[in-house]
Structures are given as C-alpha cells and as structure tokens.
C-alpha cells in the first residue's frame, strides 16, 4: 500500500448538506489529488495540491473547495452537496516530478 | 486535445489468450503514459508505464507498446489469467504550471473466462 487512507470509505447524505472527505497519508509526499470516478467517464481530475496551502483546479472543480494545512493531509468538501456529486472519490500522492501517482481505495458518496 | 481514448470498453478473452487493450491521444506534450490496473472496490494500482523515448516496455506478461508518431500506445497481457479478470485505465501527463496532471481513459472491462 502507499500509505494512504481515506475516510470515510461510505457516506450517504442529503442534497445541500456540507459534505467533507479527507486524506491522510504518511509518505511525505509533496503533491496529492482529488478525483471522482463515474460510470463512462473514467477518472477527473477536481483538485490538486503541489504544497502546503498550495492547490489548484482540476478538469471538475465547480462545486468543490480543498484545503492542505499540513503535508499529510488534503480535505475535499462539497459546500452545498448535489445529487450530481454522488461518485466515488479518490485521492492519490506523487513523491515528485516524473514520479508515478498512487491512490487510496477510494470513498463511495451518495447524495440523496 | 487534453483527451486520451481508450478502446474497448470491454473485452472477454479465454484463459491463456492475449489481451489487448489500445489508447490514443493528441496532445505531443504528454511525456509519460502508465496504465492502471483496479480491482472491484480498490483504487488503482501502477501497473505499468513507459515514456515515449522507448517503443516498447516488458514486464513479465504486461508489455506496453508505444508508437510516438501514431500518437497510441497499448497494453497486451500474455497468457491471460482469471485474476488478471479487472477494469484498465490507460492514462497520459504533461506539466503544467510547475505540476503534472494525468489525463485518463474511460476504462476497459478486461473478462478472463477459466
């Protein structure tokens, strides 16, 4: 495993409910991201963070905020949650430059 | 042109067969392409990756083949087995803005019937 646990792994919630998931890893990795995975669609890109309190948009970033106050770990919240955000959301962690990304299993959100 | 396209969708291959699964993209600014393998419930996992200085890259029964001027690149997996039975996702990255991002394909639903 690369060190890297999300949580939760299953959440089921209402449509406009705050919603935040989290990824902790213990690898020290600089960059860490944030995809949703959906039937079709294969893996998007919502946010990345290339370091502390340093993050940028992805390809699906509309109605997704993030924060990193320390390297272990990147929140992804939902503010407002809509039924269209029901997906599973991966987080994944690069070392550095040419290095490969790793992921976590994954947290499987139902918005209601 | 950040679009990588991954056929096919799915496939079914009988124990001891060649697999093969074809990407392509358009964008020459990418300069690194993985695949990942994932397991029903898992994330996924590295399983190969090549960058496009070389034509082709082995790993035991995973060989990558990569044609830089097609612009495509594929996994063939030899001597298929049931549990290489999971969901490949071809993928590509390029930097941007001092990052790099991956861009995937939708996926392929490998099959590996005993």
């Known amino acids: 495993d690369a060190g890297i646990t999300q949580s939760p792994r299953h959440k089921v919630t209402e449509t406009g409910t705050p919603v935040t998931l989290r990824c902790h890893q213990t690898e020290n990795h600089r960059y860490m991201y944030w995809y949703r995975q959906d039937p079709g669609h294969g893996l998007r890109l919502i946010h990345y963070?290339?370091?502390?309190?340093?993050?940028d948009k992805g390809e699906v970033s509309d109605g997704y905020s993030v924060s990193r106050s320390k390297t272990e770990d990147f929140l992804l919240t939902l503010e407002s949650a809509t039924s269209s955000q029901t997906s599973v959301y991966f987080c994944?962690?690069?070392?550095?430059?040419?290095?490969?990304?790793?992921f976590g299993d994954g947290t499987r959100l139902s918005i209601l | 042109q950040q679009q990588v396209k991954q056929s096919p969708q799915s496939l079914i291959v009988q124990k001891g067969g060649i697999s093969i699964i074809n990407c392509a993209y358009e964008n020459t600014a990418f300069d690194y392409f993985p695949w990942y393998q994932q397991f029903p419930g898992k994330g996924p996992a590295l399983l190969i990756a090549i960058r496009p200085d070389v034509s082709e890259k082995k790993e035991g029964r995973f060989t990558i083949s990569f044609n830089k001027s097609a612009k495509q690149f594929s996994l063939h997996i030899m001597d298929s087995q049931p549990g290489d039975s999971a969901t490949y996702f071809c993928?590509?990255?390029?930097?941007?803005?001092?990052?790099?991002?991956?861009?995937f394909g939708k996926g392929t639903k490998l099959t590996v019937n005993p």
């Open positions: 993928a590509a990255s390029f930097s941007q803005g001092g990052s790099e991002k991956l861009v």
């Open positions: 963070s290339y370091g502390v309190k340093d993050t």
């Open positions: 994944a962690i690069r070392q550095g430059i040419g290095q490969p990304q790793h």
